[in-house]
């Protein structure tokens, strides 16, 4: 089987990256493709960026109508999946994932297609795995990781400085330009190759490990 997987930002990709070859059979084949931001699904299903600025909801719609097509000449015994990931952030789950379902029923031909919400930030899925954190960062601060309660809505990406960041999210916040960004893709980098899938803690992650689990 293959698999696509669409996530908004450089960050999720390189984690994913890593991750996925832990979850499935070495006969299965993938590919993660990282955005640079979420958007919005854009009204009436029409993209209001170009394709270059790659913001990922306002182009989802092309782009499942996309994979519908390429997926339909794809060999039955070689079958493709789609799985979208993208944070909840401040969005309600069940209207979130209905407005996701929305788009796909729109396609035709429609691609097999998984929707993977980490809650709140695709941060919540290193946070499930303390240990792996503590062995990238041996000074991380205990007291702010034991605190976290796994996919709670808590600001979850600065919980995450707070723990690892010289001087935590304050200091970052305070750095120009991409900082921000830049410093999710070195926590991916360096946590997830020590990342346990078996004993992830974070719900949304176990969801996702499942859902590529039932297919293979």
Known sequence: MHFEILVEDRSGKRALDVLIPKIIGAQDTFRVIGYRGIGRIPPKLMPKT??????????????????????????????????????????CLKTFRQELLAVLHACN??????????????????????HAIKAAYPQARDAVLNGYANDSICGTWELLADAVFPGGSRALKRKKGKAVGREKSV???????????????????QYFRGKLRALI
Not at 187 to 205: H, Q, R, Y
């Open 50 to 91: 170009n394709a270059e600025q790659r913001i990922f909801l306002d182009q989802l719609p092309k782009l499942l109508r996309g994979y519908g097509q390429t997926f339909a000449n794809y060999p039955a015994n070689y079958p493709a999946v789609l799985f979208v990931v993208c944070d909840l952030d401040d969005n």
């Open 109 to 130: 031909p429609r691609p097999d297609t998984r929707f993977c919400i980490a809650i709140e930030e695709g941060e919540a899925w290193l946070l499930g795995d303390i």
């Open 187 to 205: 926590w991916a980098t360096k946590i997830s190759p020590l990342m346990d899938v078996e004993n992830n803690a974070s719900p949304s992650f």
